[in-house]
């Protein structure tokens, strides 16, 4: 289904900041499965998303979706495929636009936008339905600007408008970790329930390991640009928290700190 | 009286080159000075095109057109060529001084009892005196609906999102480079036409009458924007051609209270940092929202 094959990365190359992030770097990720990406700072969790979304060039190495080669494509014209939820709330939304203005919006994607009416007021009870699930009563803040919005509500919304056009791929970039705690459980069950229920395949990266326990079918650990665990079905249920801290515990010793 | 209607009528002419600079500045967050060159771009072709006796009317249209394509050219440096925004513009209004030079083939012109979209009509005689100002408020009204409505496209609502958040035009599989060219050209078009507006008006094209457009249209949108925000049933849309008309009458007052009319530049320096002063100390009573 997405396929990172020998991904090569380096940073400022020739001056003294030169970081050779990935040397081989693999990925191979199958249909309806979600993994969840965690590791210490730098260790290209992120980079890699950037590099299946297209923000990041790899130097080489190739990127195939559903066995196409997507390596050359532009962000925007892999967007098609691939939604993501950024880790600012203010990513995800046109903050002078309405709610109702937005998710019109993102109900277009795949579609012209052209000369016809923005706003979509015969899906208006559909889009009021998403919100009512979300429980935050924004189905009765339609015509409110998203601006004026708190970040769970925020990031609650740019989730929805990511899966209205259900996705080949969807990227988590750390999606929840600018919110408090409650709002982060909000947004990541909300999460869980629209990747299950439209079988979604979902890379999340995240930095809460309790969240790499609880949820997602595959579970990775990164540190320097490669892949020190990765296990999913049944050993994925039975490892527990304690499990993922020995392990990066020991990768944080042997860096030193 | 005639005051008062000289207002309105400079007014109705700058307020579609301030609703361009609306587009611009407030939509797209983009300063584009290449304004202060297509401004006399239209006025340019307006002289050129009335003097070989071109339809008035058509006259603007081209004046539309010309300015769009100005407007694509600092759009396409911008992001093709990734020259950084002020600096596009700045190439681009500096190529137009030349342009607009051999548009015309003098520095400046008198148009001379050439037809003009005003002389086409005919209005009953208690009218006629007012006819300018009619055809200027029907033009202008019609370009403010214009907009409006295309504001209320999915086009529309793109570009409105793009100076947003470009992340999001990304994601939702859209180019934001190409929708910020477009919105650039709509932005230029407009103040083409204002520009050939103006030269149909005033009967002359003078190559420096775009000297601090920018400047003038910013003003005005911020006025618009600012002493507008509260009243809700008004677009915005409506508060900055009313913003250029508020900023036109302060300007003829401060002239007629015995400056020179070369003073004006100055005039609407000072005028435009009084704006942001006001902006600010708005904004501030307000909790302090987006700075202009």
């Known amino acids: 289904m997405l396929e990172l094959n020998n991904i090569y990365k380096s940073f400022n190359v020739g001056t003294i900041d030169e970081k050779i992030l990935f040397q081989n770097f693999n990925l191979n990720v199958k249909n309806g499965e979600f993994v969840a990406i965690v590791g210490s700072n730098g260790s290209g969790k992120t980079t890699a998303l950037n590099i299946v979304s297209g923000d990041v060039k790899p130097d080489s190495g190739s990127v195939l979706l559903d066995g196409k080669n997507i390596t050359k494509q532009k962000n925007y014209q892999r967007a098609a495929k691939i939604a993501r939820v950024f880790q600012n709330p203010s990513m995800g939304t046109s903050p002078s636009m309405t709610i109702m203005e937005n998710m019109s919006l993102a109900d277009n994607k795949g579609k012209r936008y052209d000369l016809t009416k923005g706003l979509n007021t015969k899906r208006r009870d559909f889009y009021r339905s998403q919100l009512e699930l979300l429980g935050m009563g924004l189905e009765n803040r339609m015509e409110t600007q998203t601006g004026a919005l708190s970040g769970g509500q925020r990031q609650a919304l740019a989730l929805i408008m990511a899966t209205m056009k259900t996705p080949t791929l969807l990227l988590l970039d750390e999606h929840t970790a600018a919110l408090d705690p409650k709002s982060s459980d909000i947004v990541m069950t909300l999460t869980e329930k629209v990747v299950k229920e439209k079988n979604i395949t979902t890379l999340m990266v995240t930095h809460n390991l309790r969240y790499a326990v609880e949820y997602g079918t595959r579970a990775i650990m990164m540190h320097e640009g490669g892949i020190v665990l990765d296990i999913s079905g049944e050993k994925k249920k039975q490892q527990s928290i304690n499990d993922y801290l020995k392990i990066f515990n020991e990768i944080s010793i042997e860096c030193g700190n | ?292």
Not at chain 2, 17 to 34: E, Q, R, V, W
């Open chain 2, 1 to 292: 009286m005639p005051i008062l209607i000289g207002i309105l009528e400079q007014g109705a002419i700058y307020g579609i080159m301030a609703l361009g600079i609306y587009i611009s500045y407030k939509i797209l967050n983009f300063p584009d000075l290449t304004v202060d060159g297509t401004f006399p771009l239209g006025a340019a072709i307006s002289a050129a095109l009335v003097t070989r006796g071109v339809n008035p009317w058509v006259c603007l249209l081209c004046a539309i057109i010309a300015g769009a394509l100005a407007g694509s050219i600092t759009g396409i440096l911008h992001i093709k060529c990734k020259i950084k925004d002020l600096l596009s513009g700045i190439l681009v209004m500096t190529g137009l001084y030349s342009i607009n030079y051999r548009i015309v083939g003098m520095p400046n012109m008198f148009l001379m009892q050439k037809p003009t979209i005003f002389g086409g009509i005919r209005f009953p005689k208690a009218l006629f005196p007012f006819r300018y100002i009619i055809v200027l408020f029907v033009i202008v009204l019609f370009v403010k609906i214009l907009l409006d409505l295309y504001l209320r496209t999915k086009s529309g609502f793109l570009l409105k999102s793009v100076g947003d958040n470009e992340g999001l035009v990304v994601t939702l599989g859209k180019n934001p480079g190409t929708v910020k060219i477009i919105g650039l050209s709509i932005a230029n078009a407009l103040v083409s036409l204002s520009g050939a507006l103006y030269c149909q008006r005033a009967m002359q094209f003078d190559i420096s009458s775009g000297t601090g457009t920018m400047v003038m249209g910013l003003a005005a949108v911020i006025i618009g924007t600012t002493l507008f925000r509260k009243i809700r049933f008004m677009n915005v849309t409506t508060g900055v051609i009313l913003g250029m008309i508020i900023y036109k009458a302060c300007i003829t007052a401060a002239i007629s209270s015995g400056l020179r009319s070369s003073d004006t530049k100055l005039v609407v320096t000072v005028l435009f940092l009084l704006t942001m002063l006001l902006n600010s100390v708005m904004n501030k009573s307000e909790g302090g929202r987006k700075n202009a």
